[in-house]
């Protein structure tokens, strides 16, 4: 898990009021059977969800793919 600062406004990327964290996605990349996937969107939904209010977002973002916000 890696802390990085969130970037001046304007300049095309997300910015952040908060702290921001990422994690590594890579081991999905073996997971045939989805079991990883699984357990990956349960401690998202336990986890990160649980530090955001009943009106905020998160946002997921990847360099390879569209980012999205969604709403947990």
Not at 44 to 59: E, Y
Request: aromatic letters at 6%; a negative charge; proline letters at 8%.
């Amino acid at each position: 898990m890696a802390a990085s600062k969130a970037s001046p406004p304007g300049d095309g990327q997300v910015t952040s009021g908060g702290a921001v964290r990422t994690w590594s996605l890579v081991a999905l990349d073996d997971d045939p059977d989805g079991v990883r996937l699984d357990r990956l969107v349960g401690a998202v939904q336990r986890g990160p969800a649980s530090t955001v209010g009943p009106h905020d977002t998160l946002i997921a973002l990847d360099w390879q793919h569209t980012s999205y916000r969604f709403a947990p």
